[in-house]
């Protein structure tokens, strides 16, 4: 399968514990971007990534998120300290060059207990 | 205001039916429209997408866009069970091409 990855696919953790998913996108695709969604609700946009330069991020986006994307393939999303509000499924995403298509991930569900 | 408002449902139709989904936007600027397909605890899919007014078809899905009104739709004809799902509007704009999603609705065919 060469579509999005990422992993874990579930983290629980303890609230105040540091987390890091990370995503590896589609071969060559130079876009990548990080969504969250919560129950009922649909995603929305965290960060995006354009090849290793971040180039937008969401108000969502809190001092305690911190999101890279080294040599612009895969890229890791930390969450510092995390709140019980942070619960929710972490989504990936990336597209190629001038498309307008994102390809997802499955997701990386995490539970701060 | 929301980008994107989505009647999140649910929606229940029996096998067969017609599906008739809906969403609105508020924002003018030029921009492509899509509509997602989402399994429950599976990433999104995406199912089809249009940047024009009118109708586009594939398969037994049609979308449609009325930039005059700000609205689009999703049918479905000849709805089956493995069309059960949550389906999502979204817009995409910018140059970053930035997908802006509604809160999905829920859909359930009843065989």
């Known amino acids: 399968d060469t579509g999005v990855s990422q992993d874990p696919r579930h983290k629980i953790t303890k609230r105040g514990q540091n987390v890091t998913f990370r995503c590896d996108p589609i071969s060559e695709h130079n876009r990548l971007y990080w969504y969250r969604q919560t129950l009922g609700q649909g995603p929305e946009f965290l960060t995006y990534?354009?090849?290793?330069?971040?180039?937008?991020k969401s108000r969502l986006l809190s001092d305690r998120f911190s999101a890279e994307r080294p040599k612009g393939s895969f890229s890791t999303l930390e969450i510092q300290r995390t709140e019980q509000g942070d619960s929710a499924m972490y989504l990936c995403a990336s597209s190629p060059r001038d498309s307008t298509e994102a390809f997802f991930g499955q997701g990386t569900r995490l539970t701060v207990v | 205001q929301k980008e994107v408002e989505q009647d999140p449902g649910p929606l229940s139709v029996p096998e067969g039916a017609i599906v008739s989904l809906n969403c609105t936007y508020s924002n003018s600027a030029f921009q492509y429209f899509m509509w997602y397909r989402q399994y429950s605890r599976k990433g999104p899919e995406l199912l089809m997408y249009t940047y024009s007014s009118g109708n586009k078809e594939d398969g037994r899905f049609t979308a449609q866009v009325d930039k005059s009104s700000k609205y689009i739709s999703l049918f479905i004809r000849d709805s089956q069970p493995s069309d059960s799902a949550t389906y999502l509007c979204a817009r995409v704009a910018g140059g970053y091409q930035k997908v802006t999603f509604g809160t999905g609705t829920k859909l359930q065919v009843i065989p």
């Open positions: 990534f354009q090849n290793e330069a971040q180039l937008e």
